[in-house]
């Protein structure tokens, strides 16, 4: 199976470094990234932009343009007084290419394909409740073929698969560290599975960190470079997205706002620790609180309840009020923390805080300006994410464009034009 699949990627779809790089590659990469930065240009204009001369380009646009990454027919009207022929436009086929996902959690295991233009064209889910380590590993990797496949169905160009983590991972390493809600999913190492099992370049991060990134590129931070992003499901999750990139930290565990301490004396987390915010704002904890139960009974019922918490906070129920308003605090302390060390644009919040929408914004908003420097909070706009379930595959998708479309090193930059001429020339790559 592996070696089947691994034909997918045939074309060569990514930019080798090092001593692989000839001058065509680096030429070809230097073209889309150039399309890709400045959208649809003429063959003139990438020209100008990359000093390829226009001999040369016209041969590799055609190579692209066969190979289906670059597209070519957006026609513009002459420059000028409007006189002569309109222009063909180069643009690179974002549509056409996409990332087979895989995410999953306690309960479930879902694939996605997104294409790199931000659409989720295909998903599919599993029930499937965590066993052990090899059972989950085993059916990622099916869910991940199943979503290749699907792309490959569609008509679309895989470039990569991308996996979603509960937990905290390994980036460099493509390991999955620890996840709090999966006993024994430690030090796994998915990458390397699902690369086995595709053939394809796989990316793994912290789910929260996929949707933070899905956000800003496409969703509630569009047009945003710096924004910190929180999601409260079972747990809080965290992303901050820092000049358009996902802050990483040193293993790619940056952002785990959930973990971070709102109090002293608060409740037990499931890290351990005591007075995290995702203790604090733990949806079964809410719940129970406002109907006047132990806050660390068992969770029942979660989902309901909770929404009918919403519901009944919309309705002026001061106890629901004053159980989202409590809740508001020790997420403005959290947040206000992050503003004042990162200065963000935005606050997107997302997964059940969209659910409850007003009834948690309103007072956030209002007890923001009490944890952070008011001239950072005033320039702070909250926002509820938009994307939903998407967001983790559309993250995805704007990682591995802008991955794909990078400008090329100087690094790499071949020296001499050796491996252009044809071969009986004596011309050889060093
Ligand atoms: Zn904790």
Sequence with gaps: MGRKSAEVDAGGIWFPTGRRVTKPLYNRQLVCAS???????????????????????????GELIREGLVREGVVAPAEGNGRGRPQTLLEIDLRSLA?????????????????LAGDVRWRRRWDNSFRDPDDRLRRLTAAARQAVAAAGAAGLRVAAVGAADPGTVDVAAGRSVR???????????VVEGL???????????????WQALGEVTFGAGRGVRNAVFATLLEGIGGGIVE????LAGRDGSAGELGHTRVSDDGPLCGCG???????????????????GESPGAPPRDVDRRFTEMIVAARGGDPKARSVLAEAADRLARGLGNVVSLLNPERI??????????EAILDPLRDRLPSYALPELVRGVDVRLAELGESSTALGMASYVREKLFAVPSAADRPTGDDEERPARHGGTPQ
């Design 35 to 61: 399309l890709y930065r400045d959208g649809a240009s003429s063959r003139v204009a990438l020209h100008q932009a990359t000093g390829i001369p226009l001999s040369r380009l016209s041969g590799l646009c």
């Design 99 to 115: 990332v087979a996902s895989v995410r999953h959690d306690q309960r479930s295991i879902e694939a996605a394909v997104g294409d």
């Design 179 to 189: 996840a709090v809600a999966l006993p024994g999913w430690n030090n796994v190492p």
């Design 195 to 209: 690369a086995r099992a595709t053939g394809l370049r796989v990316f793994i991060d912290r789910e929260d960190g």
């Design 243 to 246: 000049s358009g990139r996902l």
């Design 273 to 291: 620790g005591r007075g995290c915010l995702e203790a604090h704002l733990a949806p079964s904890r809410l719940t129970a609180l406002w109907r």
């Design 348 to 357: 997107i919040l997302g997964g059940r805080f969209v659910e409850a929408g």
